[in-house]
């Protein structure tokens, strides 16, 4: 079974940055694309970026174009979401994915194994 762990969330200032990892333990999602999404207090999970398997093709939300980006090392099996120029509006719970498939995908019904999440706080 899949186990993915994400680690890299915390509280920073507006205009700062962060880096998300999610580390796939189990080493399942090599041939799948995979995704970051979030969820804020109230609101609905929202999509955030997506990858490929081979990490040549990116997918991000309006929102987050321009300042964040998501990458993968397969050879450590593990997924980023570099996020720069964070604003308070990014707070959230972020979490990481495999996709069904190799390709990309922007909804949760798309992803089949999902981390615990962490936990994404920016301050005015």
């Known amino acids: 079974q899949v186990q993915l762990v994400e680690s890299g969330g915390g509280a920073v200032q507006a205009g700062g940055s962060l880096r998300l990892s999610c580390a796939d333990s189990?080493?399942?999602?090599?041939?799948?694309?995979m995704g970051w999404f979030r969820q804020a207090p109230g609101k609905e999970r929202e999509f955030v970026a997506t990858i490929t398997w081979r990490g040549d093709i990116k997918r991000y939300a309006d929102s987050v174009t321009g300042r964040f980006t998501i990458s993968r090392d397969r050879s450590k099996n593990t997924l980023y979401l570099q996020m720069n120029n964070l604003k308070p509006e990014d707070t959230a719970v972020y979490y990481c994915a495999v996709a069904r498939g190799a390709s990309t995908a922007e909804t949760a019904t798309s992803y089949t194994y999902w981390g615990q999440g962490t936990q994404v706080t920016v301050s005015s």
């Open positions: 189990k080493r399942t999602s090599s041939n799948n694309g």
